[in-house]
């Protein structure tokens, strides 16, 4: 099947549904359409495509349209759609698996913010073996390159006495970021059976950057 | 003076709430004749019909009007009330107080005001009325079943379990109808020849059974219980009794490329055939516009190859008559080829082909011996062809479209479509399969989750949205339609495309109608008495039907149906006489000039011309007369007599000039 776009034709890839089936462990399949996430999701001005779409697309094999799509990085995993879907699939689960999909292949420029932020919490956890909020804000700010942003909220927080300017490490700090590590450097399940590694980075036209250091969502 | 009771009903407060109903029956109480009148809360309750009895008894009365509500709910009950009491049940009157006045007005006291008037002229009718008495018809028990697929044959089997003699009456060569054309059935994957052929051979050896392949029902006289058909069974050219079906004669036939009609044009067929191994009779006939002796003259070779002399080129249509009590009509349905989206092409690309095509292509005794391949690359000598790798389901080709097709959803695609997936993909578990739907509608026991199991176990891609156009592009054909999921636009490239066109109703089930005096719908469906009360019925007593005729069903509702109308028949032809309705039209023949006004008229051609011969003069002159087992009371005749000899009873002039005159004068 293709998809006529106005200025691209998508032509969908029959196995698609079936990786994301796998790696988000729901079947994507049984969605019937009824809408009721859409019904109830809160996100769902922030989104160009609706999550019942985003369902309808993988079903169809249509990737390039579901992971270049800006409702995948929205999704606030609130788990609203996945409380109420009458089939039992949790959006949640298919919404990140999306994500992580378009995260490998360096496919961020729907949501570089997001992603930035996604990257920017990992490397902090990945050095200290937990979160450092201040730590995380600035490079969040830098990828961005919107120091200003959130200055006043981040004042009021200090002043409460929510943010520690000391950055605190865990025990097993090595041993967190040797799993995240391991994580990101695993070959993905792939329907062609080649390492889909080196294919994704060669895919999204970027130097492949070390796992954990940024795929070039910071522009 | 008469003696006229007169019984107003408060319906609860359905009458009360807006008449004041005490006052209609004091005011009753004074019109000239009534010797007794009151009121009660239910006059239809056990209380209240006692209360009538035991006035007509008390007060010796001798007509009795009832004010309540209309008399197609309560006539028959207060009718055999009265009736219970000694009273003739045509001196039973009812003015209809509730659905006339107290439903639809809201001032009560003009609301009492008009109450009061019907129930005066419901008073001055039944004053007039004479007693009028069912007369006893008697009952041939014997029924005709015309149609010999599922519905038919279970009609037949039923009736002739139940002890009465059955004629099954069936156009084509052999019993089996659509089903036998089928490979599988939703949702249980039964296959069906295997549940339907035994049945099949139940029909042939029911003692209670006569069966009449390649015959049709020519007319029908008579009215309920006492109806005579005449079937033409038609020049088979082939000996029914001695034939054993050895297959001789087709095998040496030389006319070998008929479209056959069993494989949906699908596959060939010989001049003399036999449409499927499994057909019963077991007997072939022979096509008399392809065959080359019956068309020039020449060839004989069935006849040379017929161990048993079976042939007979000089074989012609016989006509018979059948008394009969009853009729069972399960003439089927019609399946559309096709034709109506011009932008589908189809008959132009032979990958291209219909939801029955397909049924014939999946089973194994089908033209391609079961193998699925793009009709296109088919060799018929070796046997093979190129499989599809991408196939493309379009479902509602016809149906649910007002302007170019038909309006209503033909219930049974959506099913057998997901039905045709599974089995595709069962035969071919890489190919793609794709279904464009507007809606899926599985309303039926283990349907919804028939369709579920398709679209997950078996990964049917259900497309929603109709398909603009199919066009051939190099070796396949590129599918362009919509996701309106996505409200976008789609291209596929299918190596086979299937239609689910529509049911329709038969062409020639409107000739028959007219022929049984049925009624048909605006697309020649068959209209039962009531859509969902008297469902096997029909508006001619002792017709029945079963089956797609009425509309498009699937299998189980066309058993059920075909044992409804079986149920009907056995009940009816299980009475040692009938009662007819005495309420019909009287044509006084003394005053009939012979215009025949009437017989035009008559919607129930219940009305024929008969001459007569005057006692004295032994002049001889032709007049109206009434059938009284047809006719239906309806009046049309007594409206159109321009002598006025034409009278209905129980609404004769006198009754209904009295009525009106207490509302107008």
């Known amino acids: 099947m293709r998809l006529l776009e106005k200025d691209k034709t998508i032509e969908s890839e029959p196995d698609f549904v079936e990786h994301i089936s796998e790696i988000s462990g729901e079947d994507v399949r049984q969605c019937y359409q009824c809408g009721k996430c859409l019904a109830g999701c809160p996100m769902v001005e922030e989104m160009d495509l609706t999550p019942s779409q985003v369902m309808r697309a993988v079903q169809a094999g249509l990737k390039d349209l579901v992971l270049d799509s800006h409702t995948i990085w929205c999704c606030a995993g609130c788990e609203t759609c996945a409380a109420r879907c009458p089939k039992g699939i949790d959006l949640c689960h298919v919404m990140k698996a999306l994500t992580s999909e378009a995260f490998a292949e360096g496919r961020t420029q729907s949501a570089p913010d997001i992603a930035a932020f996604h990257r920017s919490f990992l490397d902090t956890v990945s050095v200290l073996g937990r979160n450092y909020e201040l730590g995380m804000m600035g490079l969040l700010k830098l990828r961005t390159r919107n120091l200003l942003q959130d200055v006043a909220l981040g004042m009021k927080l200090f002043a409460r006495g929510k943010l520690n300017l000391i950055p605190e490490y865990i025990k097993g700090n090595a041993e967190v970021r040797r799993m995240i590590r391991q994580v990101l450097d695993q070959p993905r399940p792939d329907r062609t059976g080649v390492s889909p590694v080196t294919t994704t980075h060669e895919d999204a036209g970027e130097t492949p950057a070390p796992p954990g250091h940024g795929a070039g969502e910071a522009r | ?665």
């Open chain 2, 1 to 665: 003076m008469p003696r006229t009771g007169v019984f107003v009903c408060h319906c609860g407060t359905n009458i009360a709430k807006v008449v004041d109903c005490p006052r209609v029956a004091e005011e009753a109480g004074k019109l000239p004749g009534v010797a007794f009148a009151t009121d009660y809360t239910y006059m239809c309750s056990g209380p209240g019909q006692d209360l009538i009895a035991q006035a007509i008894q008390e007060h010796n009365l001798d007509s009795v009007v009832v004010a309540s509500c209309s008399p197609r709910l309560h006539e028959p009950t207060f009718q055999r009330c009265v009736e219970g009491a000694g009273l003739n049940p045509y001196l039973m009157e009812m003015a209809n107080i509730r659905e006339q006045v107290s439903w639809v007005h809201e001032d009560k006291s003009e609301a009492t005001e008009k109450a009061m008037d019907l129930v005066r002229s419901a008073v001055a009718k039944v004053q007039r009325n004479q007693p009028l008495t069912r007369k006893e018809l008697p009952v041939t028990k014997r029924a005709v079943v015309i149609g010999g697929g599922i519905a038919g044959i279970q009609a037949a089997l039923d009736i002739a379990d139940a002890g009465i003699e059955v004629i099954l009456v069936e156009k084509s060569p052999s019993i089996g109808g659509r089903m036998s054309q089928f490979d599988k059935t939703f949702p249980t994957l039964d296959c069906a020849a295997c549940i339907l052929t035994p049945k099949m051979v139940e029909v042939a050896s029911n003692p209670n059974i006569r069966l009449l392949t390649w015959s049709e029902v020519e007319k029908v006289d008579g009215f309920v219980g006492n109806f005579e058909v005449t079937i033409r069974k038609k020049a088979r050219y082939v000996d029914v009794d001695a034939c054993v079906g050895c297959g001789e004669c087709w095998a040496k036939c030389p006319v070998k490329t008929i479209p056959s009609e069993y494989d949906a044009e699908l596959g060939p067929r010989t001049a003399i055939y036999r449409p499927f191994p499994q057909a019963v009779p077991n007997v072939p006939v022979i096509d008399k516009e392809h065959c080359i002796y019956l068309t020039k003259g020449r060839c004989g070779a069935c006849a040379k190859a017929c161990p048993k002399q079976c042939i007979n080129y000089e074989d012609q249509d016989e006509l018979i008559t059948e008394q009969v009590g009853a009729l069972v009509v399960a003439t089927g349905f019609d399946v559309e080829g096709g034709k109506i989206y011009g932008e589908y092409g189809y008959g132009e690309h032979p990958d291209l082909i219909t939801g029955l095509q397909l049924e014939r292509m999946i089973n194994v005794s089908g033209p391609t011996g079961g193998h699925i391949v793009r009709p296109s690359t088919w060799d018929a000598k070796k046997q093979e062809g190129e499989e599809p790798r991408s196939i493309v389901f379009i479902q509602c080709c016809g149906s649910r479209d007002p302007e170019k097709g038909v309006a209503y959803c033909s219930k049974v695609c959506c099913m057998y479509t997901a039905k045709h997936a599974l089995l595709l993909k069962e035969k071919l578990p890489n190919a793609q399969v794709y279904i464009f739907y507007i809606d899926i509608r599985a309303g039926g026991k283990g349907y919804e989750e028939f369709i579920d199991r398709v679209r997950d176990e078996f990964q049917a891609n259900y497309v929603r949205g109709r398909v603009s156009e199919i066009v051939p592009e190099g070796d396949h054909l590129l599918v362009r339609g919509a996701d309106t999921l996505l409200g976008r636009q789609v291209e596929i490239d299918a190596d086979l495309v299937v239609l689910a066109t529509p049911l329709l109703a038969r062409t020639d089930v409107k000739e028959l109608a007219r022929k049984m005096n049925i009624q048909t719908d605006k697309y020649g469906f068959l209209t039962e008495a009531h859509p969902k009360l008297r469902p096997a019925e029909t508006l001619t007593d002792g017709i029945f039907l079963a089956g797609g005729c009425i509309f498009p069903r699937d299998i189980p509702e066309s058993v059920a149906s075909g044992g409804a109308a079986a149920a009907k028949v056995v009940d009816l032809l299980s009475r040692d006489h009938l009662l007819s309705e005495p309420v019909v039209s009287m044509i006084d023949v003394d005053l009939c000039q012979g215009c025949l006004t009437c017989v035009r008229v008559c919607p129930f051609n219940a009305i024929e011309e008969v001459e007569i011969e005057d006692p004295k003069t032994h002049e001889k002159r032709k007049v109206a007369q009434v059938n009284e087992g047809l006719c239906k009371g309806c009046g049309t005749c007594a409206a159109a007599c321009p002598s006025g000899c034409a009278n209905l009873a129980g609404f004769t002039d006198e009754e209904v000039l009295a009525e009106l005159d207490t509302l107008c004068l």
